[in-house]
């Protein structure tokens, strides 16, 4: 009896490219900034948070 594997993509890239474009408009980023937060986009919205916070 063979085992069939199925490999359904998951939602990842889309919700890091969400992410990405969120947090470009919610922080008004600069170019570099945000191609910067491409990679690092959590930090940014820490960063946005802990203003809010304070």
Known sequence: MAL???HRGG?????WL?????????CKLAFWPG??????WPY?????AALLTK
Do not use: D
């Open 44 to 48: 940014h919205l820490g960063g946005a």
């Open 18 to 26: 969400v992410g990405w474009l969120f947090t470009v408009g919610y």
């Open 35 to 40: 191609a910067l937060a491409f990679l690092i």
């Open 4 to 6: 069939k594997v199925v």
């Open 11 to 15: 939602c990842g890239g889309a919700f």
